[in-house]
């Protein structure tokens, strides 16, 4: 993780840690959630896909703009995990 040194006035130095969030995107590269852009780890945002994956159960694929009908078994790899 990137730390960060900040010297304030009274010269004290504050070291903070750079924060990585997770961004899901779907195979068309939308990210998958509306309200919720970021994840604050990897755990939290496996999770968000799974909700996320659920809403296609009844259809039993995903129907992307580039590639077609994928399986629901399948999908995680189309999908992007990105840290930012």
Request: aromatic share 18%; charged share 30%.
């Amino acid at each position: 993780m990137e730390k960060y040194v900040y010297l304030c006035r009274n010269k004290k130095t504050i070291t903070m840690e750079k924060k990585s969030f997770v961004q899901v995107l779907s195979p068309d590269g939308i990210t998958i959630e509306f309200g919720s852009f970021y994840y604050e780890n990897m755990k939290d945002a496996k999770k968000a896909f799974e909700r996320w994956k659920s809403r296609f159960e009844q259809q039993g694929y995903y129907s992307s703009n580039d590639y077609g009908r994928i399986p629901l078994n399948e999908l995680e790899k189309y999908c992007q995990f990105k840290t930012v």
